[in-house]
């Protein structure tokens, strides 16, 4: 993404929030974007013919889809891929905490599949998970045992997602979650781009018994589109070393356990 094209949508919130949806949902009709934002469907139309102006995304009839969605798949590739070393560290400091033989959940995303490579010399894991590339990488291990959710496919994050992969996860129980954000912050809590998404995390969430947040310190104090709730439903929240003090003391002052990934 052009830095130029970045700081032009910056100007226009909604555009960006329309841009995460499309990069988290891979494509979005032109009717669910105009009831979810509460705008008409001309005024949509518009901001969608600005995104396709800037390249980000290719207009198609009644909606858009992103434009690297087709390499991404064929590729196995995640779109999220900026703050990389952030997320090494934090992946590195989740797979510490998982000891032998537990069952954990392993949520969608970049960060998460940071935890995932470092967990290829774990031995007797249960690991559960609604991202494909998550279980491509662990599922070729004869000491892991893997399964996934249904639900329906969201290219850019390699995810199953929707209320049928929520569903998956009734009756299930896992010492462990690590559960992926865009954003955290004190007044919103924990949001995501796109609606669709909250049903599975509710579910992964009442299904451990430890949340774990993994996000970079950019994510603090950053909202997205749609609200899973407050804060208080996480046990910690593995990070770099970005975080203030400030906003560690908050966390803390919260029950909340802060892990500063180095």
Do not use: C
């Not at 009717?31 to 198609?60: C, H, K, M, Y």
């Not at 998982?98 to 959940?105: D, F, K």
């Not at 070729?140 to 045992?145: C, D, E, F, I």
């Amino acid at each position: 993404m052009a830095d130029a094209g970045r700081q032009n949508l910056l100007a226009e919130p909604r555009r960006m929030k329309i841009l995460e949806w499309l990069q988290e949902e891979g494509s979005a009709r032109v009717r669910d974007l105009s009831v979810a934002f509460a705008v008409s469907e001309a005024t949509i139309r518009q901001d969608l013919e600005r995104l396709d102006a800037e390249g980000f995304v290719t207009r198609e009839h009644g909606g858009a889809h992103l434009k690297s969605v087709p390499q991404q798949v064929q590729s196995m590739s995640l779109h999220h891929l900026v703050n990389m070393d952030s997320k090494r560290k934090i992946g590195r400091a989740a797979a510490a905490l998982v000891g032998p033989g537990e069952t954990i959940i392993l949520d969608a995303g970049s960060t998460t599949t940071e935890i995932a490579n470092n967990l290829v010399s774990h031995q007797n894991l249960n690991v559960i998970t609604n991202a494909i590339n998550i279980a491509l990488l662990l599922g070729a291990l004869p000491s892991m045992t893997i399964h996934m959710s249904g639900g329906q496919f969201k290219a850019p994050t390699l995810s199953l997602s929707g209320e049928k992969a929520g569903e998956f996860f009734q009756g299930v129980f896992a010492e462990k979650l690590f559960l992926a954000t865009a954003g955290v912050s004190f007044d919103a809590g924990l949001t995501f781009p796109a609606m669709a998404d909250l049903y599975v995390k509710r579910a992964m969430i009442k299904a451990a018994s430890k949340v774990y947040l993994v996000a970079d310190s950019t994510k603090i104090g950053r909202t997205s589109f749609s609200s899973l709730g407050p804060l208080d439903v996480l046990t910690g929240f593995i990070t770099d070393d970005g975080i203030s003090d400030e906003d560690r003391r908050e966390f803390e002052r919260r029950g909340i356990e802060i892990i500063v990934a180095i």
